[in-house]
């Protein structure tokens, strides 16, 4: 291998390189926001849960199952 084609090796190998880590960060970003979202999904269906629970029994409809079974 002559020394041009040796130096166009190792330039192509740390541009990939470079181009990997690019990659990897925004993907590890993404990753987190991602994570992030769902954990919020997860609070709202939590508090809607409640919500309608508390909902449910404010109009005695939790009364009205438990007496009818």
């Known amino acids: 291998m002559s020394k ?3 130096q166009a ?3 192509l ?3 990939m390189e470079t181009t990997m880590q690019r990659l ?3 993907f590890q970003a993404m990753s987190e926001q991602l994570e992030s979202q769902i954990d919020q999904m997860g609070t ?3 508090d ?3 919500n309608v629970s508390e909902l449910m029994t ?3 409809m ?3 199952q438990s007496a009818s079974k």
Do not use: H, N, V, Y
């Open 58 to 60: 404010q109009a005695g």
């Open 24 to 26: 990897q960060g925004r």
């Open 44 to 46: 709202r269906i939590d």
């Open 62 to 64: 939790d009364e009205a």
């Open 4 to 6: 041009a084609e040796s």
């Open 13 to 15: 190998t740390e541009a």
């Open 48 to 50: 809607l849960q409640k």
């Open 9 to 11: 090796a190792k330039d």
